[in-house]
């Protein structure tokens, strides 16, 4: 029997399974990230939302979880992979042709129906933005939203990911802001760390929806920040970041107490999570 999926069936692949996916494109936007187009050989793994995950692997490294960063129906998957550890760094060295193994998508995405009609917040601190971006496309693509307001945070310019993209979402009705941590030579725009663009914002808090995406030593002070707009816990959505093996619920990994981060999260309302304050 084959290790991994058999692309010629047409029931959707077992989520044990890897799938083959070749590689269409393969870019180093910054020193540590890479960014990779994938066409999977199975059809069915591109019926994602954004938000969810994949487990993103090499036969002989084993496999990470990987959020999404291409937009729903684009009939491909893209990611943005930061080289940290065993796995990541493999992962690194592919180029354009190779194959890279996907079993998902895992977990609970956004809602992005639930967010019509509403004003939305996002705030993106580093590799955040990558989730974040399927996210604005989805929105964007779904329409019928208030206001749509982007804070992102980098530690310099140089670090700012899919920042050629932003005059296109402005174009679209996204107030893009963006903020480096610390002046650059060139840098026009805002210094400091994103937090700091939470208190300038006019915000009606009775139709804002936030949602906060990035580190997760980002989250105790941008909850603070938002809170203190008014923003209440029930219309905070964040995603949770946990070391996690089978992605299905199984391994406990990525537990926090009885909640399995893997198939409950790793989105999550703020309010969700009172009763678990090792979660932030
Ligand atoms: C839902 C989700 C989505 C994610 N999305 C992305 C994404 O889009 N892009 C991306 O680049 N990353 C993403 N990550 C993070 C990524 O999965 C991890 O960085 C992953 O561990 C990398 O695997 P690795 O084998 O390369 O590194 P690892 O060997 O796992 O090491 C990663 C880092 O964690 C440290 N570490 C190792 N073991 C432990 C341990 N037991 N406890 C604490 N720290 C440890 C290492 O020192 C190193 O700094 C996501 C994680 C989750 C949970
Ligand atoms: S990763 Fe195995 S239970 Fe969540």
């Given at each position: 029997?084959s290790?991994?999926a058999?692309p010629?069936?047409?029931?959707?692949?077992?989520?044990?399974?890897?799938?083959?996916?070749r590689?269409?494109?393969?870019?180093?936007p910054?020193?540590?990230?890479?960014f990779?187009r994938?066409?999977p050989?199975?059809?069915?793994i591109?019926?994602?939302?954004p938000?969810?995950f994949?487990?993103?692997?090499?036969?002989g490294y084993g496999?990470?979880?990987?959020?999404?960063?291409?937009?729903p129906?684009?009939?491909c998957i893209?990611?943005c992979?930061?080289?940290?550890?065993?796995?990541?760094?493999?992962?690194h060295?592919?180029?354009?042709?190779?194959?890279?193994w996907?079993?998902?998508?895992?977990?609970?995405g956004?809602?992005?129906?639930?967010?019509?009609?509403?004003?939305?917040?996002?705030v993106?601190?580093?590799?955040?933005?990558?989730p974040?971006?399927?996210?604005?496309k989805?929105?964007?693509?779904?329409?019928?939203f208030?206001?749509?307001?982007l804070?992102?945070?980098a530690?310099?310019?140089?670090e700012?990911l899919?920042g050629?993209?932003f005059?296109?979402?402005?174009?679209?009705g996204?107030d893009?802001?963006?903020t480096?941590?610390?002046p650059?030579p060139?840098?026009k725009?805002?210094v400091?760390?994103?937090?700091?663009?939470?208190?300038?914002?006019?915000?009606?808090e009775?139709?804002t929806?936030?949602?906060?995406?990035?580190?997760?030593?980002?989250?105790?002070?941008?909850?603070w920040?938002?809170?203190?707009?008014?923003?209440k816990?029930?219309?905070m959505l964040?995603?949770?970041?946990?070391?996690?093996?089978?992605?299905?619920?199984?391994?406990?990994?990525?537990?926090?107490?009885?909640?399995?981060?893997c198939?409950?999260?790793?989105?999550?309302r703020?309010?969700?999570?009172?009763g678990l304050?090792?979660?932030i």
């Open positions: 029997m290790l991994y058999n010629t069936k047409s029931s959707p692949p077992s989520p044990y399974l890897p799938s083959a996916c590689i269409e494109e393969a870019l180093r910054t020193a540590k990230e890479k990779f994938l066409a050989h199975d059809p069915h591109l019926n994602y939302s938000g969810q994949f487990m993103v692997g090499l036969p496999e990470a979880p990987i959020s999404i960063t291409s937009g129906d684009e009939g893209e990611l992979i930061r080289a940290v550890g065993n796995v990541t760094n493999a992962i060295r592919l180029e354009k042709g190779d194959t890279l996907v079993r998902g998508p895992f977990g609970r956004f809602d992005v129906e639930g967010m019509a009609g509403k004003d939305l917040v996002f993106a601190g580093g590799i955040g933005i990558a974040m971006r399927s996210l604005v989805a929105v964007i693509k779904r329409g019928g208030g206001r749509l307001t804070l992102y945070g530690k310099g310019p140089e700012i899919y050629d993209e005059e296109g979402w402005r174009a679209k996204v893009v802001r963006i480096i941590d610390r650059s060139g840098w725009g805002y400091g760390v994103v937090t700091t663009l939470i208190p300038p914002l006019d915000i009606d009775g139709r929806l936030a949602v906060v995406l990035g580190p997760p030593v980002l989250y105790k002070f941008v909850i920040g938002l809170r203190h707009k008014g923003i816990d029930d219309d964040l995603s949770l970041e946990r070391r996690m093996k089978c992605g299905l619920g199984k391994c406990g990994h990525c537990q926090i107490n009885c909640v399995y981060v198939q409950e999260g790793p989105v999550f703020l309010s969700e999570l009172k304050p090792e979660a």
